[in-house]
């Protein structure tokens, strides 16, 4: 072992003061069937020389049985574990390896890359701070690659490492790294992952992968297990907002009583100030307490025993929350699923659901949609399928005190375990969007708080004195229909109609859009919903000044649009369908989009390989491949006078 | 390093408390299997930091082969005393009343009766829902798969390709009657991590862990200590003293001791860092075939 020399130059006691003060990185490889994962595992363990002879041994004995490498011993099978998989030659379940070096105890969650075993990759994920995702150099980002890359950025993991495999085999290519660079690079943009680091190496003949080797001049950047060490996740943690859920109440005696628990994020200091969720009573932490000792601060991750200056019923279940930040308490959630079982989800039907130490009971009421793991598109659904993955909506009987999985790892997660067999089925990621009607809920709520109130009293400038100013009762119309199906033209046209009238009014439509105030948002499915979002808000705060906005937007999902305006308030808004048939619109294709989708050059566009949902109940529906334009503006006008928007 | 950041075996130790604790919190009748080996100490350990400044709140448990190494007990029986243990001890009556031995019966045998049925038997009676065990994934590669929480049905066995997903620490701790989990809060922990953890804690271990003069002899290439009169000896069979120490402890006929000069924690965690053998080597169950310890798991050995 490697030891030997660190030992020889350090003396057992300086190695036993530094390994003390290691950090640990937990990370997840993935890969299809024949990318070389185990291959890459195999040479880090045995570059790093953390294989033992007698492990080797055996190894080269199983290499004469179930090799593939001929005379060379067959690295992969250092790793592959059970029996029926080395028969069948492939990795079948999540195995965990471990090795340290100098700087670093690593965790490897080592995952199958098999079609059907979404569930796998989702478990190894769920821990990991950073995903090694394999590409063969032969062949490039395949759906799997997207499969892979997309699970790992749904369960939270913020850093990548594209490992381009097989070098070896496209004669060291540079060319070749940088195409397959630049094809991942398009297709990660919509992930959302924060950093994402390259490596061209061949775990074979063991380059870049713990030494650098000759083979690849051209690549400036670090061998694999130099990135693995030096790659900074300390900043992942959440240490601003305080979450502590209470595992057990500690009552040795008479005298004490204690809660137990792990800090998921926050620092806890004694003498804070706390509330506990749900009864949302108050108090002071007067110890932290554990086995070696009080301490005056105790940080996320640290399990600890906390009592309180008061007595305040608090038992396994409940959250300890700082007073001014606390995570919505709410019985109804949106979440990603992943579906573990055979038994597929089943709206309507309980489940338990287990999220920190809390239990409760719950039902998915609604699938959203299901995502198209493979080429990240929605698409509609009733249920979700083993190794599905769906956005749902989940209704508890007790209220979670749920945080978006996004901020919050620990506080945004959750199972659902069947009741009758017990399995876990499902695992879910708490999305921030509120449903339509929680937000109109929530701004309700906030009127009667008297925030609404508040702001008004600010503003020394009433809508009836605007109204009176400008002569208008301002509204926003909301224009939506697949592209090239007449939104923009439709809504220019009545902004000049309107002008004319002497109104107030303000056109957004896509291209506006982007060129500012969504300059920064692509086009995911999380990307479209954000600039839809903005134009509402944006709608919105025009109202305030009496101002009227059309806005001229896809807006494909029903749901979304029900958001928009639920923000917008019901009652000054009017949905729009411009209804043309996509063979319509795609004729009118003057600019190549559907053109370039069809192509594939492009992806995600609405009609073409995402799903447009027609308006359930539009204010008004024209027309618009067989209805002049002209009678549509008309129409649109008829609408506003007799909602009393126009004389 | 930052200020907010826990070194590694802080970080392990934390998650094992964690563990520990949901455990206490959602079974009826929890366990915990005791060895008396370095990876039960620190196990105790753990479950003293998880409960304190409570007592620890469930039974500890040893399936005792009747052939282990005197000192063990010994030690075993300090333990007990200085933790305040709530202790219980089991062993196989019919592998007594058949008085059952790895010499006349063979090793499989005998691990079968006194080690596999002897805790299936302690289980049954005590109707555990949930027993630790100190097994770690990096001692063996068909551990490297095992759960955290290990699903066991009402026979105690162990079904590789029906195990449930085990996502971020929510552990599902649901089982129906007569079934069982079987708990392994080591999981992430290596060889390694135990020794540093031991030196860090100054945790007691059991002597023989420690290099000194033992009579021993020479079996199949193995050196087994003459720990008292059972062993039979060969003829021609003379027991000699050398310095040696045993880097994993069971029962003593079937356990293989190393010579070594190693007789304070940091020289044992030296030579285990300069050794070029893994721990498991010295264990003359798991010798028999590659695939030998997921077999034994099926049947339900720890």
Redesign the interface.
């Known amino acids: 072992m490697s030891y030997s020399r660190q030992l020889d130059e350090q003396g057992i006691d300086t190695y036993l003061q530094r390994y003390g003060n290691r950090e640990m990185l937990r990370l997840l490889t993935c890969g299809s069937v024949d990318d070389g994962k185990s291959t890459l595992i195999g040479r880090l363990l045995y570059d790093s020389q953390m294989v033992f002879d007698d492990v080797l041994r055996a190894t080269k004995k199983a290499s004469e049985k179930f090799g593939t490498t001929g005379e060379e011993v067959d690295l992969a099978l250092l790793v592959d574990g059970l029996q029926a998989e080395r028969e069948q030659g492939i990795t079948i379940d999540v195995a965990y390896r471990y090795f340290a070096t100098e700087r670093r105890k690593f965790i490897i969650a080592d995952t199958p890359g098999h079609v059907q075993y979404t569930r796998n990759m989702a478990t190894g994920a769920s821990n990991c701070d950073l995903a090694v995702i394999l590409i063969d150099a032969r062949h490039g980002v395949l759906e799997q690659t997207r499969r892979h890359s997309f699970i790992c950025s749904l369960l939270g993991i913020q850093h990548f490492v594209i490992a381009v495999n097989k070098m070896d085999l496209v004669g060291y290519s540079e060319a070749r790294f940088q195409e397959i660079r630049e094809a991942y690079s398009e297709f990660a943009a919509r992930l959302g992952v924060r950093d994402i680091h390259f490596i061209p190496l061949s775990a074979l003949k063991g380059e870049n992968v713990v030494h650098r080797g000759a083979s690849m001049p051209w690549f400036q950047g670090s061998p694999l297990l130099d990135h693995l060490e030096t790659v900074h996740v300390a900043s992942d943690k959440n240490f601003v907002d305080l979450r502590f859920p209470v595992q057990n109440v500690v009552r040795p005696n008479l005298d004490f009583r204690g809660f137990a628990g792990t800090l998921a994020s926050g620092v806890l200091r004694t003498g804070d100030r706390i509330s506990t969720l749900p009864s949302g009573k108050q108090s002071r932490v007067k110890s932290i307490v554990t086995f070696d000792g009080e301490l005056a601060e105790a940080f996320a991750g640290m399990a600890i025993t906390v009592t309180l200056t008061d007595e305040i019923d608090i038992s396994r279940g409940d959250m300890i929350v700082a007073p001014n930040n606390a995570p919505p308490l709410e019985n109804s959630v949106e979440a990603m699923l992943v579906w573990f079982s055979e038994t597929p989800l089943q709206t309507g039907k309980q489940y338990l659901v287990k999220h920190t130490t809390a239990t409760t009971s719950g039902v998915v009421d609604e699938v959203r949609y299901r995502i198209n793991v493979g080429d990240l598109h929605r698409e509609p659904a009733q249920g979700l399928q083993m190794n599905e993955v769906g956005r749902i909506r989940l209704e508890c009987t007790r209220p979670l005190a749920a945080d978006a999985y996004a901020k919050n790892r620990a506080t945004g997660a959750f199972i659902l375990i069947d009741r009758l067999t017990n399995a876990t089925v499902g695992a879910g990621m708490i999305v921030e969007r509120k449903t339509a009607a929680d937000a109109t809920q929530r701004r309700q709520a906030a009127a009667d708080a008297g925030r609404f109130v508040r702001m008004q009293a600010k503003r020394r400038i009433t809508p009836e004195a605007r109204k009176a100013r400008l002569g208008q009762e301002p509204f926003v119309l909301w224009i939506t229909g697949l592209p090239r199906s007449g939104k923009t033209s439709l809504a220019y046209a009545l902004e000049e109609k309107l002008f004319e009238a002497q109104r107030h009014v303000q056109v957004l439509d896509g291209e506006l859009l982007r060129l500012g105030l969504s300059r920064d948002l692509g086009f995911s499915g999380a990307d479209r919903w954000e600039n839809q979002r903005r134009a509402a808000e944006l709608a919105r705060l025009n109202l305030g000044s009496g101002i009227s906005t059309i806005v001229a937007l896809v807006s494909p999902l029903e749901f979304e649009r029900q958001q928009v305006r639920a923000i917008v308030g019901a009652d000054r808004f009017l949905e729009v369908f411009c209804d043309a048939p996509l063979a319509v619109c795609e004729a009118r294709d003057h600019d190549g989009l559907y053109a370039r989708a069809r192509a594939g050059e492009i992806q995600n566009v609405t009609g073409v390989d995402a799903p447009y949902e027609p308006p359930q109940r539009p204010e008004l529906t024209l027309d618009t491949a067989n209805t002049p334009a002209a009678d549509n503006i008309d129409k649109v006008l008829q609408l506003l006078r007799s909602r009393h928007l126009l004389p | 390093?930052?200020h907010?950041?826990?070194?590694?075996?802080q970080?392990?130790?934390?998650?094992s408390?964690?563990i520990m604790?949901?455990v206490?919190?959602e079974f009826a009748r929890p366990v915990m299997l005791y060895s008396i080996g370095k990876d039960s100490g620190v196990m105790l350990r753990l479950a003293?930091?998880?409960?304190?400044?409570?007592?620890i709140p469930f039974k500890v448990l040893h399936v005792n082969t009747t052939w282990k190494f005197r000192e063990m007990i010994t030690f075993r029986d300090r333990m007990v005393k200085d933790l305040d243990l709530d202790f219980e001890e089991w062993i196989n009556p019919e592998g007594v009343a058949n008085n059952i031995n790895p010499f006349d019966h063979g090793t499989q045998r005998y691990t079968h009766v006194m080690k596999t049925e002897g805790l299936k038997q302690a289980l049954n009676k005590g109707q555990y829902d949930a027993a630790f065990g100190g097994a770690r994934?990096?001692e063996e590669?068909?551990r490297?798969?095992e759960r955290v929480f290990s699903f066991r049905d009402k026979f105690h066995q162990w079904d590789?390709k029906n195990?449930?997903?085990?996502?971020?620490?929510?552990f599902?701790c649901?089982?129906?009657k007569g079934e069982s989990i079987r708990v392994f809060p080591l999981?992430?922990w290596?060889e390694?991590?135990v020794w540093?953890y031991i030196?860090?804690e100054n945790l007691p271990v059991v002597p023989l862990y420690f290099a000194k003069e033992r009579p021993i002899v020479y079996r199949n290439g193995a050196m087994i200590m003459v720990d008292d009169d059972r062993l039979p000896l060969q003829p021609g069979e003379q027991p000699e003293m050398k310095r040696v120490r045993f880097r994993t402890l069971g029962c003593y006929p079937l356990t293989g001791a190393i010579e070594s000069g190693a007789d304070t924690l940091?020289?044992i965690?030296?030579e285990m860092?300069?050794?070029?053998?893994?721990e498991r080597?010295g264990r003359v169950i798991d010798y028999d075939e590659?695939?030998s310890m997921?077999d034994k798991k099926r049947e339900g050995y720890f």
């Open positions: 390093m930052n907010y950041a826990l070194t590694h075996l970080q392990l130790e934390q998650e408390i964690h604790r949901e206490a919190a003293q930091k998880a409960f304190a400044p409570a007592r994934r990096d590669k068909s490297a798969k590789p195990q449930r997903p085990e996502l971020w620490n929510l599902n649901r089982v129906a999981s992430n290596t390694l991590d540093l030196h860090h940091p020289k965690i030296e860092l300069r050794s070029r053998d893994s080597q590659s695939g997921e």
